[in-house]
């Protein structure tokens, strides 16, 4: 964690070519393999990285943050059939028994739907006991009031 403190500035300053030694750094801290740390400048291009690694039957709530559908070759689109564009743990489950797995943006975006923490931590536990991608997006939780009431240790250790 300190020699990513201390190289702070020189990481930010030479990025892209700073990614090699930015993944390097961040796979020390989170004990993992450089190959497992993904580093991107931005939502856009983390998710591009992803799509390139997987090639499944993913289903994904529309409307929604475009970059997805466009970018993974196999999502399933489900429109919502909804004048308020809502849906829950139950309407995740039945999409991903549909598909591969499911692609989740909480909150999404532009609808707002939200997916309440413990409703998140029983369909974790759903995708792995049933062997599916869970691939969640969180990038905007930080704006919405029911994570920001959550005790940061809950947040961290469910």
């Keep these: 964690m300190g020699e990513m403190k201390n190289s702070f500035d020189t990481l930010v300053r030479e990025y892209p070519s700073g990614a090699n030694v930015q ?3 961040a796979a020390k801290m ?3 393999s450089p190959d497992q740390i993904a580093v991107g400048n931005g939502a856009a291009e983390l998710i591009d990285i992803l799509a390139q690694y997987k090639n ?4 994904l709530f529309i409307p ?5 559908s466009s970018r993974f ?3 399933t689109l489900q429109k919502l059939n909804n004048q308020n564009f809502t849906y829950d743990k139950n309407d995740i489950i039945k999409l991903a028994q549909e598909n591969d797995g499911v692609i989740l943006i909480n909150p999404d975006n532009p609808s ?5 923490y413990k409703d998140l931590l029983e369909l974790i536990n759903w995708f792995k006991a049933n062997k599916k991608t869970f691939i969640v997006d969180e990038k905007l939780c930080r704006f919405c009031r029911e994570w920001t ?4 240790n809950e947040r961290r250790n469910p």
Excluded: A
Excluded at 64 to 68: C, I
């Design 23 to 25: 993944s390097l750094l």
């Design 30 to 32: 989170f004990k993992c």
């Design 56 to 59: 499944e039957k993913l289903g």
């Design 64 to 68: 929604t943050f475009e970059e997805y």
């Design 73 to 75: 070759k196999s999502v």
């Design 112 to 116: 707002g739907n939200f997916i309440p």
């Design 149 to 152: 009431r959550l005790d940061t």
